[in-house]
């Protein structure tokens, strides 16, 4: 049975509005708050749309491609387990400004990429909402995770809004402090994904 508190905090996690928030400052340095509101309502907007997608249909294409839930459930927990111990040691954030350093112009729109993809909707975030969509199949398992995607995405899209605020009240060392706690709780919810996995693959 799907969890909502976990499989919000898994989304929460993996997603990391908090850590988008000084990536969307960067990306939109110079821009009125008209401009940054447009680009983030786009930013979010297409981000829903590709989980959306994957929510709904990535079990189905896993079954077409002959790939079991629990194999997936594994692999997806050790991706997740990756992406923690990228936020743990901060190569993650170094990685997301890596590939805004390659969007090109400063001035261009960053709204599809690499805001939505691949920095709200990314490997990780696609392979969660497969992975907690498989827990509870058919479609109240589905509107439960489109729900909490919704959540999150809306929480993305708010910390987007007061992304120049938070910056100043947190600080560089703030931000790191939480990405490290989020790391953390991200480790252990992918170590239980494996687990899942294991147990699904033994009963099964």
Known sequence: ??????????????IDPIGLAPLFVALTQGMNAKQRRRIALRACAVAFAVLTLFTLAGEAVLTFIGISMPAFRIAGGLLLFLTALEMLF???SKRREDR????????ADPSVFPLAIPLIAGPGAIATVIL???QQPGWPGAGIVLGITA?????????FEAAGLMERVLGRTG???VTRVLGMLLAALSVQFVLDGLRAYWVG
Do not use: H, K, P
């Open 90 to 92: 901060e190569r993650r």
């Open 1 to 14: 049975m799907l969890s909502i508190t976990t499989a919000f905090v898994t989304l929460f996690v993996v």
């Open 132 to 134: 907690l969509a498989g």
């Open 100 to 107: 805004n350093d390659e969007t090109g112009e400063t001035d």
């Open 151 to 159: 959540v999150v995405i809306a929480m993305v899209y708010t910390l």
């Open 175 to 177: 931000i790191v402090v």
